[in-house]
T-cell receptor, first 115, second 113 residues
């Protein structure tokens, strides 16, 4: 069965600090996809990134970077030089190619960036 | 391009009433998903459709919930009769068949009193 664990319930940082959000997943499939979504206070869910299980290359997009390690079943998300606008709940999610196409979400990490 | 459209954005109703939530997926997307978000259970899939056909409804809580997709541009989620425990934010999402990322609508916040 697929499962996503985000152990950090809430994180609070001061603006310009770097912050890493942890995500650990479980799956029996060899082909799967990992995602990060952002849910700002306004409530919508915004897609940030997708990684497939065959691509362990880390990715950087501006201040955002993602570290995918199959050996530890982790897909961590780092925000560099955090800003107040980064305050949101961040969800990690998993989708298995061989089984259901649904997204299984972690419980989310609430990030608060203080000025 | 317009994103996923959901209506209403907010719904307040009394226990026992019928509630219908609506969703218009992104044009060209052929998979549609209904999720529910609560504090206790987080985000959970209720049902999804591929090419207007329901594929997996194992997440639908009980017979009071039903969903339809009469065509590629419209879906409904109906709760009849509604109960206070149905209070949640209901999200609709869509994606293309060959892409795994789902794009979410703004959600409908349902309050059943």
């Amino acid at each position: 069965a697929q499962k996503v664990t985000q152990a950090q319930t809430e994180i609070s940082v001061v603006e310009k600090e770097d912050v890493t959000l942890d995500c650990v997943y479980e799956t029996r499939d060899t082909t799967y996809y990992l995602f990060w979504y952002k849910q700002p206070p306004s409530g919508e869910l915004v897609f940030l990134i997708r990684r497939n299980s065959f691509d362990e290359q880390n990715e950087i997009s501006g201040r955002y970077s993602w570290n995918f390690q199959k050996s530890t079943s982790s897909f961590n998300f780092t925000i560099t030089a955090s800003q107040v606008v980064d305050s949101a709940v961040y969800f990690c999610a998993l989708s298995e190619q061989g089984g259901s196409e649904k997204l299984v979400f972690g419980k989310g990490t609430k990030l608060t960036v203080n000025p | 391009d317009a994103g996923v459209i959901q209506s209403p954005r907010h719904e307040v109703t009394e226990m026992g009433q019928e509630v219908t939530l609506r969703c218009k997926p992104i044009s060209g997307h052929n998979s549609l998903f209904w999720y529910r978000q609560t504090m206790m259970r987080g985000l959970e899939l209720l049902i999804y459709f591929n090419n207007n056909v329901p594929i997996d409804d194992s997440g639908m809580p009980e017979d009071r919930f039903s969903a339809k997709m009469p065509n590629a541009s419209f879906s409904t989620l109906k709760i009849q009769p509604s109960e206070p425990r149905d209070s949640a934010v209901y999200f609709c999402a869509s994606r293309t068949r060959d892409s795994y990322e789902q794009y979410f609508g703004p959600g409908t916040r349902l309050t059943v009193t």
